[in-house]
């Protein structure tokens, strides 16, 4: 398990990796902006319901199907060759506050293609609940 250590903490690299290739995949099919993952495991994929529905369903996953010694991540990006136009993605204070009720321990954004609404206000909703904000963006 390789982590990156940052002002943010311990950041399973490994998970934001797999979120990638997950979206990377699911792209061309049109499905979803956003994946929950928790040390290499699938909590959820985004789907036509959105960011906070997918949000709830990860806090409803039962403990002993969760290995949360690093809580997991939330990314949140477009889907390739997506028309921001139209759908420009957006996470705002109610996507950190499901993230943080879901058990999850950061949120991984494109940098450039998602619209933070809010920002202070998510910024001390992370800040109070240890949880981090992280904006990278994917090489390829």
Avoid at 18 to 47: H, M, R, W, Y
Avoid at 72 to 80: L, N, Y
Wanted: charged residues 25%; positive net charge.
């Amino acid at each position: 398990q390789m982590c990156i250590r940052d002002r943010v903490g311990c950041i399973n690299l490994f998970d934001v990796l797999i979120s990638f290739k997950i979206l990377k995949l699911l792209s061309p099919e049109d499905i979803g902006q956003g994946v929950a993952i928790e040390n290499g495991l699938v909590l959820g994929i985004e789907t036509l319901q959105g960011t906070n529905e997918l949000l709830k369903f990860v806090a409803k996953t039962p403990a002993h199907l969760r290995k949360t010694n690093l809580g997991g991540i939330f990314v949140k990006r477009p889907k390739i060759n997506q028309d921001l136009r139209f759908d420009m993605p957006v996470i705002g204070p109610e996507t950190i506050r499901l993230a943080c009720k879901a058990g999850l321990g950061g949120l991984v954004v494109s940098p450039l293609s998602v619209i933070v609404l809010d920002k202070e206000r998510c910024e001390q909703i992370a800040k109070a609940n240890n949880f981090f904000i992280l904006a990278e963006e994917t090489t390829n």
